[in-house]
């Protein structure tokens, strides 16, 4: 019997991309994928990170980090509207017709001077320097956050931030630094509306087919083929 309402957000629609089956059976069976240790760092430095942009949000000013957008931007400063929209159990949410709600979890909100229009920062912690295609596997995500906004009424720029933080050495004093790369990324708000009906598509089809590309698939494949 095929599940319904869904609850997406961008986390569990980026399965569609990798398997469908995988995804059918996520939100239709309620079989999800093995998970391992979830590692803590990168929940703490996004922690860190959000206390760090606060301090300065609350001062009127712009962190080091974002310096070279002085002139244009200013941090979003309704705390409590912008710790809403933060929340992992609120977030930014629209609920479709038939009772299925995206959701998604913003990191932080620029605010151009000009217009008063909304723009995404998003922080990525990494363990080495961004590589050529690094920022497009965000692309997805921040598409979903502009449509998210947009829903709710919010006015949007055309583009967001993905903010990179990534470790570059130890000075004298056991001190890790860490090097920073801001990446400008043009949204498509389409993109965005496509991906969920897509994933409404599927989850309403029948089971799609084990998938060879996929480790989980060719897992249960194999342990099949042994009985």
Same mark, same amino acid.
């Given at each position: 019997?095929?599940?319904?309402?869904?609850?997406?957000?961008?986390?569990?629609?980026?399965?569609?991309?990798?398997?469908?089956?995988?995804?059918?059976?996520?939100?239709?069976?309620?079989?999800?994928?093995?998970?391992? =240790?979830?590692?803590?760092?990168?929940?703490?430095?996004?922690?860190?990170?959000?206390?760090?942009? *606060?301090?300065?949000?609350?001062?009127?000013?712009?962190?080091?980090?974002?310096?070279?957008? +002085?002139?244009?931007?200013?941090?979003?400063?309704?705390?409590?509207?912008?710790?809403?929209?933060?929340?992992?159990?609120?977030?930014?949410?629209?609920?479709?017709?038939?009772?299925?709600?995206?959701?998604?979890?913003?990191?932080?909100?620029?605010?151009?001077?000009? *217009?008063?229009?909304?723009?995404?920062?998003?922080?990525?912690?990494?363990?080495?320097?961004?590589?050529?295609?690094?920022?497009?596997?965000?692309?997805?995500?921040?598409?979903?956050?502009?449509?998210?906004?947009?829903?709710?009424?919010?006015?949007?720029?055309?583009?967001?931030?993905?903010?990179?933080?990534?470790?570059?050495?130890?000075?004298?004093?056991?001190?890790?630094?860490?090097?920073?790369?801001?990446?400008?990324?043009?949204?498509?708000?389409?993109?965005?509306?496509?991906?969920?009906?897509?994933?409404?598509?599927?989850?309403?089809?029948? =089971?799609? +087919?084990?998938?060879?590309?996929?480790?989980?698939?060719?897992?249960?494949?194999?342990?099949?083929?042994?009985?």
């Amino acid at each position: 019997m095929i599940k319904m309402p869904y609850k997406f957000s961008p986390s569990s629609l980026s399965l569609l991309k990798e398997c469908h089956r995988c995804f059918w059976l996520h939100f239709n069976k309620n079989i999800r994928r093995p998970q391992g =240790i979830f590692p803590s760092l990168p929940s703490g430095m996004d922690r860190t990170m959000k206390e760090h942009f *606060d301090k300065y949000m609350r001062k009127g000013e712009l962190p080091p980090e974002l310096k070279e957008l +002085n002139e244009h931007v200013k941090l979003f400063d309704d705390e409590k509207l912008l710790n809403e929209w933060r929340s992992n159990r609120k977030g930014i949410r629209w609920e479709y017709s038939d009772g299925t709600v995206l959701k998604g979890a913003v990191d932080n909100i620029l605010v151009l001077k000009k *217009d008063g229009k909304l723009i995404v920062l998003d922080y990525k912690t990494r363990g080495y320097p961004l590589k050529d295609d690094t920022a497009g596997h965000y692309q997805d995500q921040l598409d979903i956050y502009y449509y998210l906004l947009q829903k709710n009424g919010q006015k949007v720029e055309n583009y967001g931030y993905l903010l990179f933080y990534y470790p570059l050495e130890v000075d004298e004093k056991g001190h890790v630094v860490f090097e920073t790369k801001l990446v400008k990324m043009s949204i498509d708000i389409k993109n965005a509306e496509n991906i969920v009906n897509k994933a409404l598509d599927l989850l309403k089809s029948n =089971i799609p +087919n084990q998938s060879k590309e996929c480790d989980y698939c060719k897992w249960a494949m194999n342990y099949d083929s042994l009985e």
